[in-house]
């Protein structure tokens, strides 16, 4: 499935690549109840992303967004939510790199995998979602 998704990818513009990652990360942030509206670095990152699709700020605003993301995830100790808040520094950095939206998708088939050890029907199902919705 991930090899579907890489070919789904290549066809993708930069900005629907910002746009899915982002909404991967919400998602994936709702999988195991994670309220990042608590996280303001998360939340600003999120619409830096969006002003970025617009236009209305810069790639190193971008940038700078993912940075507090990730350390944000660096302060973490569960790894479950370090991860899923990876997961969102990388949707965010979609801004500045294409890639990084699939090191997102990466990063969130391992969310499921430390949430719901060996469960490969979990594991499906995200990439099955990952491609219903970036289609």
Do not use: C
């Not at 789904?8 to 195991?32: G, H, M, P, R, T």
């Not at 810069?58 to 899923?84: C, N, W, Y």
């Amino acid at each position: 499935m991930r090899k579907k998704l890489d070919q789904i990818y290549e066809n993708k513009s930069q900005i629907d690549l910002a746009k899915w990652a982002l909404q991967l990360s919400k998602y994936v942030f709702s999988l195991i109840d994670y309220n990042y509206e608590n996280d303001s670095a998360i939340v600003d990152g999120f619409a830096i992303n969006e002003k970025w699709q617009l236009g209305e700020v810069r790639m190193h605003d971008v940038r700078q967004a993912g940075f507090k993301v990730h350390q944000l995830a660096r302060e973490s100790k569960d790894p479950v939510i370090q991860t899923a808040i990876r997961v969102a520094g990388q949707a965010i950095g979609t801004g500045h790199m294409r890639e990084h939206a699939m090191v997102a998708s990466d990063y969130a088939i391992k969310v499921v995998n430390l949430k719901y050890p060996n469960d490969m029907d979990v594991v499906e199902k995200l990439r099955e979602w990952q491609i219903r919705t970036i289609e």
